[in-house]
């Protein structure tokens, strides 16, 4: 069955790095548009990253984190650099099949879609 299984959240201080994993089972990752979500307590859950033949950041996580794909291990992985308490959240990992259209990695992060695909989620705290 479709699967995604997040790993490698944890506790770190400020200023430090995580890698996050997304391994996907069940279907072949390299033909989807992928991304990283992230939700905070008593927060909406936000994209924070999405990519396909081009990568979307947040503003909050430009410069600093950094989304990429292993397709010969059905993984995606979002790289963590520099880390703020305010990047405290539970990351998500999600895949969405190929839109032809306009802006399909941006709308992957901002909205939405019933039959997308998603993982568990993974706790990032980010505190000294």
């Known amino acids: 069955q479709v699967q995604l299984v997040e790993s490698g959240g944890g506790l770190v201080q400020p200023g430090g790095s995580l890698r996050l994993s997304c391994a996907a089972s069940?279907?072949?990752?390299?033909?989807?548009?992928i991304g990283w979500f992230r939700q905070a307590p008593g927060k909406e859950r936000e994209g924070v990253s999405c990519?396909?033949?081009?990568?979307y950041y947040a503003d909050s996580v430009k410069g600093r984190f950094t989304i990429s794909r292993d397709n010969a291990k059905n993984t995606v992985y979002l790289q963590m650099d520099s880390l703020k308490p305010e990047d405290t959240a539970v990351y998500y990992c999600?895949?969405?099949?190929?839109?032809?259209?306009?802006?399909?990695?941006?709308?992957?992060?901002?909205?939405?879609?019933?039959?997308?695909?998603w993982g568990q989620g993974t706790q990032v705290t980010v505190s000294s």
């Open positions: 999600a895949a969405r099949g190929k839109e032809a259209r306009l802006f399909a990695v941006q709308r992957m992060c901002l909205v939405r879609r019933q039959d997308d695909y």
């Open positions: 990519s396909s033949d081009r990568a």
């Open positions: 069940g279907f072949t990752l390299d033909s989807y548009v």
